[in-house]
């Protein structure tokens, strides 16, 4: 077995990919007493499970054969968000609600597209995610699924939304420069700005504890021009 880092680079997230014995993870340690992650079956369905981080307290929170994946804890960790799809091949993926104890399940989005990568404000108010239902767009929701916007609004790719700790402004990636960089916005979507401005890539960003400074991974090679 070996692992792969995904960190989510916001405070007390991180994810975790473990290959080798056909199980996969997704790990979302928000909070300090319960873990939250998807476990990969190998008939190619995952559900959502929480556990101490003793790794006792094993709980199936989803039960089905579904794809679902990308948990998110609420600020108060009495909720999780989640994507999920009938079909394991991950197609039409949309966004749902749980209580902890896996009860309450409520549905967010409804469309024909993947939405994916989705996490909750610091504040517990609006959930931001990744939508491919017209190119790669960031989108916000309410916890209930209704004031759904299109924050990004750009015909390029945009993707991997995270919050700033104070919850003003969101850091993604785009490739509107005819490459990956990293952005950042505000939470309603104005003042779209590059941070990087590089001729590489640069992807995966994430905030510190502090909001002060941004992480991400970043690669010299420059992409290959389309045919």
């Known amino acids: 077995i070996f692992w792969q880092v995904e960190s989510s680079l916001i405070p007390g997230g991180s994810g975790w990919t473990a290959e080798g014995d056909g199980t996969e993870y997704y790990l979302e340690p ?17 559900n ?17 054969k579904f794809f ?26 949309d966004l ?5 104890d896996g009860s309450g399940l409520t549905r ?8 994916s990568f989705p996490e909750w404000s610091p504040h517990g108010t609006r959930i931001v995610f990744q939508s491919d239902r017209l190119n790669a767009e960031i989108f916000v929701v309410n916890p ?40 950042v916005m505000s939470y309603a979507g104005s003042e779209q700005s590059n941070l990087t401005g590089s001729p590489g890539t640069d992807e995966f960003p994430g905030w510190s504890p502090d909001g002060v400074k941004i992480v991400f991974a ?10």
């Open 144 to 183: 209930d699924g209704s004031g759904e916007i299109n924050l990004s609004n750009n015909s390029a790719e945009d993707s991997l939304p995270h919050w700033s700790p104070d919850g003003m402004r969101i850091v993604f990636t785009s490739k509107r420069d005819g490459n990956g960089e990293v952005y």
């Open 108 to 115: 967010l989005t409804d469309n024909p597209a993947t939405d």
């Open 48 to 64: 959502i499970y929480s556990m101490r981080p003793d790794g006792s307290g094993l709980t199936n929170l989803t039960h089905n």
């Open 96 to 100: 749902f609600v749980i209580n902890a």
């Open 30 to 46: 928000y909070d300090p007493s319960l873990i939250a992650f998807s476990r990969f079956a190998s008939d190619g369905s995952s």
């Open 218 to 227: 970043a690669s010299s090679e420059t992409p290959a021009p389309k045919s």
């Open 68 to 93: 679902n994946r990308y948990p998110d804890w609420s600020p108060q960790a009495e909720k999780i968000v989640f994507a999920s799809s009938e079909k394991i091949e991950r197609s039409n993926v």
